[in-house]
């Protein structure tokens, strides 16, 4: 009987330590899914705020007195820096120094290209000179050698 009770109090051990390994691997997931469940409730509260504003600026954007094709980020940041900064009072002006700037930039970038293309020529130009310099010596060497055999051959008919 005392074998019995000692059998039942160990399975009654083990069971009693599974059962908390399983609760606390329970508590662990609730938690886990807890925390997952407000993350996504955080994300979705910043994606209607998002949507919001987005619907805001949408509104600005079409009630605006932008011109249409001026109407991208960058256009319009320069055009807003450009009245904050005193560089022009008015829309337009802005837009003209916008249109003045985009064409400066552009014209670097040609200038850039065309540089980064006569570099290319002018390296090439330089190998095919050294090349050629190289061919100049071989046929000096070949004009010497013929005018050395030149010469012999003079040499050997005066004494015929």
């Known amino acids: 009987m005392v074998v019995t009770l000692v059998v039942y109090a160990v399975i009654l051990l083990i069971v009693g330590i599974v059962l908390k390994i399983i609760n ?3 508590c662990f997931f609730i938690r886990k899914t807890d925390s997952y ?3 996504l409730t955080n994300i979705n509260k910043e994606k209607e705020s998002l949507e919001i504003e987005y619907q805001r600026l949408n509104t600005l954007l079409s009630e605006s007195i ?3 094709e001026y109407r991208h980020v960058d256009a319009v940041e320069f055009i807003g820096k ?3 900064q005193g560089r022009s009072h008015t829309i337009g002006d802005a837009i003209n120094l916008y249109v003045s700037e985009c064409q400066h930039y552009q014209r670097l970038e040609a200038m ?4 980064r293309i006569n570099e290319q020529k002018q390296h090439a130009y330089e190998k095919e000179i050294n090349t050629l310099k190289k061919e100049v010596i071989k046929a000096n060497r070949t004009a010497r050698g013929a005018k050395s055999t030149a010469s012999l051959v003079k040499i050997r ?3 015929k």
């Open 24 to 26: 606390v691997f329970i």
């Open 82 to 84: 450009c009245i904050n």
């Open 112 to 115: 850039r290209e065309n540089q």
């Open 37 to 39: 469940k407000q993350k």
């Open 66 to 68: 932008i011109p249409h």
């Open 157 to 159: 008919s005066f004494f």
